[in-house]
C-alpha cells in the first residue's frame, strides 16, 4: 500500500514549505493537508494533482517506487549541535529524521548540563542511559535514572533532563513525532 500522505509530507518538508504555503499554493486549507499528512483523509484525483504540481511533481514520478532510500548512516551523516550555555550536546543520528514517524538522537549532558524543557505534546518519548545518571524532569516530578536505566513516557507535561553529578551523562533519546 502506498503512504501518499507520508510521500506529500516527505516531497514537502524536501522542499522547505510549510502546511501552510502549500495549502495557499492549492487553495486547500492547512487542515486538510495535516489531514492528508497523517492519512486521515484521501485527496480527490483533481486534488492530489494540483498537490502534485505545486510539489514540482507528477502522477508518474509521484508513484515511481524509490529504491534509493537510505538505511544505513554514519557519523558524516549525522548533525550535532553544542550549546555550551546549558552544557548539552544533540547529535541527530538519522538526518532529516522530521520526516520520519520517530527521531532518534543522542544527548550528552556536561556536569550540570541539561537539555532545554520541551513542551507538552502529541506521541511518545523514550530514553536510555548509556552513560552517567540524570534526572528526567515530567512536570512537578523528578526520576533518577543511571547507566543501563531506560524511560518511556506520553509527553502530557513539560519534560526535560538535567545532570547534576560531576561526570558526563549520554543518553539516546527518541521521540515521535520528531520534536527536536
Known amino acids: 500500500m502506498i503512504d501518499i500522505g507520508g ?3 516527505r516531497k514537502r518538508l524536501k522542499l522547505g514549505l510549510t502546511q501552510e504555503e502549500l495549502a495557499a499554493r492549492t487553495e486547500l486549507s492547512k487542515g486538510f493537508i495535516s489531514q492528508l499528512e497523517r492519512n486521515l483523509t484521501s485527496p480527490s484525483i483533481a486534488t492530489l494533482m494540483d498537490i502534485l504540481e505545486a510539489l514540482g511533481t507528477d502522477i508518474s514520478d509521484f508513484f515511481a517506487q524509490s529504491d534509493d532510500e537510505k538505511v544505513i548512516f554514519s557519523p558524516d551523516d549525522m548533525f550535532v549541535k553544542e550549546d555550551a550555555e546549558i552544557g548539552s550536546t544533540v547529535c541527530w543520528l538519522v538526518p532529516n529524521a522530521q520526516k520520519n514517524e520517530l527521531e532518534p538522537i ?3 549532558l556536561d556536569a550540570d548540563g541539561c537539555t ?4 507538552p505534546h502529541e506521541g511518545e518519548e ?3 542511559v548509556l552513560m552517567g545518571s540524570v534526572s528526567l524532569v515530567l512536570g512537578e516530578r523528578r526520576f533518577k ?5 531506560s524511560f518511556c ?3 502530557t507535561e513539560t519534560h526535560y533532563l538535567e545532570n ?8 539516546i533519546w527518541v521521540s515521535t513525532p520528531p520534536s527536536f
Open 106 to 108: 543522542l544527548v550528552t
Open 7 to 9: 510521500s506529500i509530507k
Open 145 to 149: 535514572l543511571k547507566k543501563g536505566d
Open 116 to 119: 532545554y524543557p520541551d513542551d
Open 164 to 171: 547534576h553529578s560531576k561526570r558526563q551523562a549520554r543518553i
Open 126 to 128: 523514550f530514553g536510555y
Open 153 to 155: 513516557f506520553k509527553p
